[in-house]
């Protein structure tokens, strides 16, 4: 079965960085588009960025454009997102997923941007 299990999340202040990880299992990783989507608290879950399966084209929310940046290890079958300049609005629980709506993702890995 599907399993997309994110890590690197945690605790930073703003103008920080953090890489997120999502290891992924149970289909062919290669030829399928990823996204990455959060939900911060009391709010409906966004879309973030999204990669297409040889990971030559990505996209990016307004919100993130020019501080993330999205890439996959297909050897691997590995996502990731690493967040530059992260600021106060960027916490939220962080999500990879196989479906551009985000209804198949993993169990999330909490981001909280705070000095």
């Known amino acids: 079965q599907v399993q997309l299990v994110e890590s690197g999340g945690g605790l930073v202040q703003p103008g920080g960085s953090l890489r997120l990880s999502c290891e992924a299992s149970?289909?062919?990783?290669?030829?399928?588009?990823m996204y990455w989507f959060r939900q911060a608290p009391g709010k409906g879950l966004e879309w973030v960025s999204s990669?297409?399966?040889?990971?030559?084209?990505?996209y990016y929310a307004d919100s993130v454009k020019g501080r993330f940046t999205i890439s996959r290890d297909n050897a691997k079958n590995t996502l990731c997102l690493q967040m530059n300049s992260l600021k106060s609005e960027d916490t939220a629980v962080y999500y990879c997923?196989?479906?551009?709506?985000?209804?198949?993702r993993g169990q999330g890995t909490q981001v909280t941007v705070s000095s």
């Open positions: 997923a196989k479906d551009p709506l985000g209804d198949t």
């Open positions: 990669i297409n399966g040889g990971g030559s084209a990505t």
């Open positions: 149970g289909f062919t990783f290669s030829i399928s588009g």
